[in-house]
């Protein structure tokens, strides 16, 4: 039995639906260096989204394997209630010095749903040791996404995601948020006064005394298809939670550590968060690891003599482990020793560039939006109209396979291509990425029943 056989036979693969799998078998990776792949057969794939946004200097990077050599020799893994280890009390440090004013606390966690989790526990339980008993609810926008686990869910707004568990979830408030593409003021994102905030203006007006906190995908929300917004959006934003005794939760899990151009994607709006989720890039895709940045003023509701039961109990096995913290410490020294966020400027800027001029005629392409190393292409049924296409049509996965057999790896999500690659990546790759990209939309698009007419 090959390996390909063997996968299928033991293992569920996540965000799949396994009947595709037999006709697109899993591909095994055997190794992995810079922005490539290579399968068991010596294929070799172009990374174009870091492995699921993670991978921010490449797979088998010389300077973190070097970290993990050191780091293996002292210790890998030690319980963190009562304990703690070097390479912790570094990365919080070092956290607390990059990441906006207000966020002076670290907490631990190892996944992005469970760090949405734990902030959301952590408001609730704020406002509740502060009297304020009605703040029993939290509010996101449409569209959003901030994970899968029940919580996290309950604050997303993907059907796809949640719709078969809505019993289980928690009372959300939904509110209309950006769709800059499809604007219905005829604003444009780069020049517009965020006038879509009207809507979100409304609901902290009626629902003010029971939101714990509004939690939001600062500037880019990701699984809704890389939908970009105005930094002026979050200033507002902040302003009525300010005055509405209201926390903002950023999930910077996917946008944060340079991604968006700017370390941390609210620094795009020179806001600071009440709670910060991170994880993805902060060990750039080695081992999973996520934290929770909050204020001292959150922190400090929590303290008090035991019998007072303030404590938070939320515990994680795996939290504060050494070895992700030891790879998260180099990956901010990269950060710093290499000028990674200059360098992301020009490296962003070519991608964009290149796409549009590669792309914008396309007869599908209905979009293309870019923030900093994100750069997405919308594909419509009708330009004019900005008709979508069917969900069943599955366009993104018909070119996601397309793109496979010539050596790129694309992620769509629905009809919505991006590049998030690596940041090592060369202007030479950066060209042949696109080139190979736009070789498979064509290439899809001149099937009969894609055509415009």
């Given at each position: 039995m090959n390996l390909e056989d063997k996968d299928l036979k033991y293992i569920w693969h996540p965000c799949s639906q396994m009947k595709d799998y037999e006709e697109l078998p899993p591909i095994v990776i055997e190794k992995g260096k810079g922005i490539y792949l290579?399968?068991?057969?010596?294929?070799?794939?172009?990374?174009?989204?870091?492995?699921?946004?993670?991978?921010?200097?490449?797979?088998?990077?010389?300077?973190i394997n070097g970290a993990i050599k050191k780091q293996i020799e002292e210790i890998e893994h030690v319980i963190f209630a009562n304990f703690s280890n070097k390479p912790a009390i570094e990365l919080?440090?070092?956290?607390?010095?990059?990441?906006?004013?207000?966020?002076?606390?670290?907490?631990?966690?190892?996944?992005?749903?469970?760090?949405?989790?734990?902030?959301?526990?952590?408001?609730?339980?704020?406002?509740?040791?502060?009297?304020?008993?009605?703040?029993?609810?939290?509010?996101?926008?449409?569209?959003?996404?901030?994970?899968?686990?029940?919580?996290?869910?309950?604050?997303?707004?993907?059907?796809?995601?949640?719709?078969?568990?809505?019993?289980?979830?928690?009372?959300?408030?939904?509110?209309?948020?950006?769709?800059?593409?499809?604007?219905?003021?005829?604003?444009?994102?780069?020049?517009?006064?965020?006038?879509?905030?009207?809507?979100?203006?409304?609901?902290?007006?009626?629902?003010?005394?029971?939101?714990?906190?509004?939690?939001?995908?600062?500037?880019?929300?990701?699984?809704?298809?890389?939908?970009?917004?105005?930094?002026?959006?979050?200033?507002?934003?902040?302003?009525?939670?300010?005055?509405?005794?209201?926390?903002?939760?950023?999930?910077?899990?996917?946008?944060?550590?340079?991604?968006?151009?700017?370390?941390?994607?609210?620094?795009?709006?020179?806001?600071?968060?009440?709670?910060?989720?991170?994880?993805?890039?902060?060990?750039s895709g080695y081992m999973p690891m996520s934290v929770v940045m909050t204020s001292d003023e959150i922190y400090n509701a929590f303290l008090g003599e035991y019998k007072e039961l303030k404590t938070f109990i939320h515990s994680h096995t795996y939290a504060g482990n050494a070895m992700a913290c030891a790879i998260a410490c180099e990956n901010l020294n990269i950060f710093n020793e290499e000028n990674i966020l200059e360098k992301n400027i020009s490296k962003g800027k070519l991608i964009r560039d290149l796409t549009i001029e590669k792309m914008r005629n396309l007869p599908n392409v209905g979009d293309i939006r870019s923030l900093g190393m994100i750069t997405a292409i919308?594909?419509?049924?009708?330009?004019?109209?900005?008709?979508?296409?069917?969900?069943?049509?599955?366009?993104?996965?018909?070119?996601?396979k397309i793109a496979l057999d010539k050596g790129l790896l694309l992620r769509p999500i629905g009809n919505v291509l991006y590049f998030l690659p690596p940041y090592i990546i060369t202007d030479e790759e950066v060209e042949e990425m696109?080139?190979?990209?736009?070789?498979?939309?064509s290439e899809i698009?001149?099937?009969?029943?894609?055509?415009?007419?």
């Open positions: 290579y399968d068991i057969r010596g294929k070799k794939y172009m990374d174009c989204i870091s492995s699921w946004w993670t991978n921010l200097f490449g797979h088998s990077n010389e300077r919080s440090e070092k956290l607390v010095k990059i990441t906006p004013e207000r966020l002076k606390k670290v907490y631990f966690s190892d996944n992005g749903s469970s760090a949405v989790e734990i902030a959301l526990k952590m408001s609730f339980q704020y406002h509740q040791q502060k009297g304020n008993n009605k703040k029993v609810r939290f509010a996101a926008i449409t569209d959003a996404y901030h994970g899968e686990t029940l919580g996290a869910l309950s604050v997303g707004d993907l059907d796809l995601y949640s719709r078969i568990y809505k019993p289980l979830l928690l009372d959300t408030l939904r509110v209309e948020g950006p769709d800059c593409y499809r604007c219905k003021f005829n604003k444009c994102r780069e020049n517009c006064s965020a006038e879509c905030f009207d809507s979100m203006e409304k609901a902290i007006k009626e629902h003010k005394d029971e939101l714990c906190a509004i939690i939001i995908e600062p500037m880019v929300q990701g699984a809704a298809g890389m939908k970009m917004y105005s930094p002026i959006y979050l200033k507002k934003l902040r302003k009525a939670c300010d005055e509405n005794n209201i926390h903002i939760i950023a999930d910077e899990i996917a946008v944060g550590f340079g991604r968006t151009g700017k370390m941390f994607a609210c620094e795009h709006a020179g806001i600071s968060p009440d709670l910060m989720c991170l994880s993805k890039g902060i060990s919308e594909l419509v049924k009708n330009k004019e109209t900005k008709e979508t296409f069917p969900w069943q049509d599955r366009v993104g996965y018909q070119i996601y696109v080139d190979l990209a736009y070789e498979s939309i698009f001149t099937l009969k029943e894609y055509i415009v007419t």
